[in-house]
């Protein structure tokens, strides 16, 4: 299947899905054609491509460009879950999980303001 002929994605999608599709079209690109997706050297790979996305959104900041930035922390989002499906991290259940251990914490996570 091509890109264009990939779905429309519905307004509605899940973290999970997103993921799903994410990988999915990474790997029709070509993407992930000469990694081994559980591999040391790839996830240091993928999560400095996702470093890169975070200073293209810093510099999205530094110019005040809140379309730019929107985009880049899109691409951060969109990354780590390829990175997550690739690897088989239900992401959608860590992002819950985490969200929740975050929320039980203290008020600034115990440190001085």
């Known amino acids: 299947m091509s890109t264009s002929e990939m779905e429309k994605i519905p307004d509605d999608m899940t973290l999970t899905a997103v993921a799903w599709r994410a990988h999915r079209y990474a790997r029709m690109q070509g993407f992930w054609k000469q990694y081994d997706p559980i591999s040391f050297d790839t996830a240091l790979i993928k999560l400095a491509l996702i470093a890169s996305e975070v200073g293209e959104a810093i510099e999205a900041v530094r110019r005040g460009n809140e379309a730019h ?38 008020y600034m996570h115990g440190k001085l303001a």
Do not use: F, G, P, Y
Request: charged fraction near 35%; hydrophobic fraction near 50%.
């Open 69 to 106: 930035l929107a985009e880049e922390l899109a691409d951060i989002v969109v990354r780590a879950c390829d990175l997550a499906e690739a690897r088989s991290i239900d992401i959608e259940k860590a992002v819950r999980t985490k969200m929740a251990s975050n929320e039980a914490r203290a």
